[in-house]
Nanobody
Framework: VQLQASGGGLVQPGGSLRLSCAAS????????MAWYHQTSGKQCELIAS???????YYADSVKGRFTISRDNAKNTVYLRMNNLKSEDTAVYYC?????????????WGQGTQVTVSS
C-alpha cells in the first residue's frame, strides 16, 4: 500500500490550496483518513480527520478555514485550505487506516510542503 500526496506549494496569505492524497495497492477498505502537519522544530500535529461515514474532526487552529473530504471510490482524501495564514506553513502528511486482506495498519504519505508567504 502506498499513499501519494500532492497539491502543496507557495501561496500568499489569504489564499487557498487543495491537497490530495491517493492510496494505491492491495486495499480491501480504508477507515479513518487524516491530515497532519509538521512545522519547523515541532511535532507532527493532527489537523483534520474523516471517518468512513464522513464524521469529521478539526483542530481549533483550522476550524472554519479547512475542509476535509474523501472519495471512497478513489481511495482519496482531500484537504481544502482557505484563508491561509503564515502559521499554516508546514509539511503536510496524510495518514490512512487501511485493511489489506487480513492485515490492517496505518500508512503515511510522503509529505507535501505548504508555504504561506507574501
Amino acid at each position: 500500500v502506498q499513499l501519494q500526496a500532492s497539491g502543496g506549494g507557495l501561496v500568499q496569505p489569504g489564499g487557498s490550496l487543495r491537497l490530495s492524497c491517493a492510496a494505491s495497492g492491495s486495499i480491501s477498505s480504508i477507515g479513518t483518513m487524516a491530515w497532519y502537519h509538521q512545522t519547523s522544530g515541532k511535532q507532527c500535529e493532527l489537523i483534520a480527520s474523516i471517518t468512513r461515514i464522513s464524521s469529521t474532526y478539526y483542530a481549533d487552529s483550522v476550524k472554519g478555514r479547512f475542509t476535509i473530504s474523501r472519495d471512497n471510490a478513489k481511495n482519496t482524501v482531500y484537504l481544502r485550505m482557505n484563508n491561509l495564514k503564515s502559521e499554516d506553513t508546514a509539511v503536510y502528511y496524510c495518514k490512512m487506516g487501511v485493511w489489506s486482506g487480513a492485515n490492517a495498519g496505518d500508512y503515511w504519505g510522503q509529505g507535501t510542503q505548504v508555504t504561506v508567504s507574501s
